[in-house]
């Protein structure tokens, strides 16, 4: 601003001008503000933003028109929490997430028990942040999909958790203008959902590598074609894929693909490849392989691919379903809080989990030493020491011991290329310990 009169010059402002001093910030459009600026009731302006009650078309597109002119953006959370509230009002509840089961009678009796682990991880995440999930079988002696449409956005619910399905699952009869969710298994396109799943991949990698370090040779693998394919054939792949690049380290067989696990042609497949271990899903070929002269884990072993389908004490994977379960409803609520309705995904996203090894009596805690294999020399140079004798108030003096020692080993058949023998870790101090010493 101008100084007195006169001076011709011009003092600073203490205080910095900004956009704000001229232009304040608008209030944000709240439902009551937009009910106001149309004419209509609170009532009439909730209902046509929720997609709920009797509102003429035309009315419904003035509200929607109206609400994104002026940047309305309704919270996706609050029908849902007011519900509640009316029906119990001491509940600290937030949300309800919607867990979805299709009901198909060809799906094995352990799909159960894998979908009661995502369950529980579901349920426990959801009630660490405030919500709640309940279950709905829908389908084949379940209810409708568009009944539970309805019941769906009579009730709030807008999030949904989808278990996993046999076959490919399609719920595009669900109003996903109103819904956001996630599927618990590999792939959904009706609608295009983002997932969560177990990355058998890597577990059927990480399963080679433990298997080659312990001296398996011969790996085999049996596997139902449909078990395969509903998981884009993962295991299959994995496995062929180790095999063909481990220098021939490792002889991947050919794999045993059958839709029923039948004695006679596991005996004929076990005895024509002569694998020293199989990895599948039914621990029941473990009395085959006994009855075809296997001793497990001495000279064979079995790893079971899902621990879930066998209540046999045996190594192999925990697929985690209880964390796959967490992370999707985490996913769902994530969705939730930044309003994702109606957005059909381009491409959708997918958190895979990496399973979890679990150790079992059926394959060798440590790699296998073979009988009557050629020695492998070991040269251990052991440095001078000089003691102090306990008898060198005698005479003795001090001791010196030094030596270069050459001892033979068998070779361990686990044994790679430039990998030292492992159970000669502790043997150049065994060796010291009987060297001679000469006094100075």
Not at 43 to 58: I, K, W
Not at 64 to 91: F, W
Not at 229 to 252: C, P, S, V
Not at 400 to 423: F, Q, R
Request: proline content about 9%.
């Amino acid at each position: 601003m101008r100084s007195p009169a006169g001076s011709g010059t011009f003092r600073l402002l203490s205080t910095p001008f900004t956009p704000d001093d001229c232009f304040p910030a608008m209030a944000s459009p709240t439902l009551r503000s937009l009910a106001r600026s149309l004419g209509l009731s609170h009532a009439t302006v909730s209902a046509a933003l929720n997609g709920r009650g009797r509102v003429r078309p035309e009315t419904v597109r003035s509200v929607l028109e109206a609400a994104k002119s002026a940047g309305y953006q309704m919270n996706p959370l609050t029908s849902a929490v007011m519900s509640e509230v009316r029906r119990s009002r001491n509940s600290t509840f937030r949300g309800t997430i919607a867990a979805l089961e299709l009901a198909e009678t060809e799906r094995p009796a352990y799909g159960a028990r894998y979908h009661a682990d995502i369950l529980r991880g579901a349920s426990e995440r959801a009630a660490s942040l405030g919500f709640k999930v309940e279950l709905f079988v829908v389908g084949a002696g379940g209810v409708p999909i568009q009944r539970v449409d309805t019941i769906l956005k009579a009730r709030g619910i807008r999030g949904v958790v989808l278990l996993p399905a046999w076959h490919a699952p399609d719920v595009s009869a669900l109003d996903w203008d109103h819904h956001v969710g996630v599927y618990t298994d590999y792939l959904i396109e009706r609608p295009l959902l983002a997932s969560v799943y177990p990355d058998h991949y890597r577990a059927m990698m990480a399963a080679l590598q433990k298997l080659r370090a312990l001296g398996y040779r011969r790996p085999g693998l049996l596997m139902a074609p449909l078990q395969d394919e509903r998981i884009q054939h993962r295991w299959e792949a994995a496995f062929l894929a180790f095999g063909a690049n481990t220098d021939g380290l490792i002889e991947a067989l050919p794999c045993l693909k059958t839709p029923v696990l039948d004695r006679g042609e596991f005996l004929q497949w076990f005895r024509e490849y002569e694998p020293d271990v199989v990895l599948g899903h039914h621990a029941e070929v473990i009395a085959w392989m006994q009855e075809a002269g296997a001793s497990l884990p001495e000279t064979h072993g079995f790893v079971c691919l899902n621990l879930l389908m066998t209540k046999a004490s045996c190594a192999g994977f925990d697929l985690r379903p209880a964390l796959v379960g967490a992370l999707a409803l985490e996913q769902v609520v994530a969705q939730l809080h930044r309003n994702e309705f109606g957005r059909q995904p381009e491409v959708a996203a997918a958190i895979s989990v990496p399973p979890q090894w679990v150790d079992g009596p059926t394959v060798r805690s440590f790699p296998r030493v073979l009988r009557g294999a050629a020695p492998s020399r070991l040269n251990f140079l052991i440095p001078p020491v000089r003691p102090r004798s306990a008898r060198a108030d005698q005479g003795l003096g001090n001791l010196n011991c030094s030596a270069s020692v050459s001892i033979a080993v068998p070779a361990p058949d686990h044994c790679l290329p430039g990998e030292p023998p492992l159970p000669c870790a502790g043997w150049p101090l065994f060796a010291a310990a009987l060297l001679p010493c000469r006094p100075d």
